[in-house]
T-cell receptor
Framework: DAKTTQPPSMDCAEGRAANLPCNHSTISGNEYVYWYRQIHSQGPQYIIH???NNETNEMASLIITEDRKSSTLILPHATLRDTAVYYC???????????FGKGTRLSVIA | EAGVAQSPRYKIIEKRQSVAFWCNPI?????LYWYQQILGQGPKLLIQ????????DSQLPKDRFSAERLKGVDSTLKIQPAKLEDSAVYLCASSRSAGHSGNTIYFGEGSWLTVV
């Protein structure tokens, strides 16, 4: 079973920041927080991951709370092409597979 | 760097027929995964390989599904005989070996199967 809780859906205006929350209150010390997204008819796309520090790359920023029980994925300037299902997943650093929940369906509106 | 390659992209078969899906992982990735994604749900792991050995196939319906990775590179997933409920997207993914901190899993575009 997925160890994360996400809202089923969210809307965001084009050009605004999209902030996607995720709760992972049972996360273990060696587990990372991963974010993937899935655009319709495509395979899941890796976005970003982190352990305890905030992370930023060309796609997004990941903010992890100090107690690591929740995190927020931030898309700084959402575009229509960011409309997708976003999955938050906790996973250790070994070879364990990703366990997907239901994710958050983000709709970016013009 | 080339991504995970899968074929065919789309397949329609009648129930009780057989089908095979092929996957070529990212070069150098020792771990390969097959996932099944039914419409409206998140992907579910079917089988995981480390090189040419099976790490986890506990979710693979072995009465009709089989998978192999004979030379530790390409992999084939077969369904025989297919049932209507096998209609889904079959996703292949790969990652580097364990020991790489936060080793990331990358997915292919998927093979869409419709059983009629």
């Amino acid at each position: 079973d997925a160890k994360t809780t996400q809202p089923p859906s969210m809307d965001c205006a084009e050009g605004r920041a999209a902030n996607l929350p995720c709760n992972h209150s049972t996360i273990s010390g060696n587990e990372y927080v991963y974010w993937y997204r899935q655009i319709h008819s495509q395979g899941p796309q890796y976005i970003i991951h982190g352990l305890k520090n905030n992370e930023t790359n060309e796609m997004a920023s990941l903010i992890i709370t100090e107690d690591r029980k929740s995190s927020t994925l931030i898309l700084p300037h959402a575009t229509l092409r960011d409309t997708a299902v976003y999955y938050c997943i906790v996973r250790n650093s070994g070879n364990t597979p990703l366990v997907f929940g239901k994710g958050t369906r983000l709709s970016v509106i013009a | 760097e080339a991504g995970v390659a899968q074929s065919p992209r789309y397949k329609i078969i009648e129930k009780r027929q057989s089908v095979a899906f092929w996957c070529n992982p990212i070069s150098g990735h020792a771990t390969l995964y097959w996932y099944q994604q039914i419409l409206g749900q998140g992907p579910k792991l079917l089988i995981q390989f480390q090189n040419n050995g099976v790490v986890d196939d506990s979710q693979l319906p072995k009465d009709r599904f089989s998978a192999e990775r004979l030379k530790g590179v390409d992999s084939t997933l077969k369904i025989q005989p297919a049932k209507l409920e096998d209609s889904a997207v079959y996703l292949c993914a790969s990652s580097r070996s364990a020991g790489h901190s936060g080793n990331t899993i990358y997915f292919g575009e998927g093979s869409w199967l419709t059983v009629v």
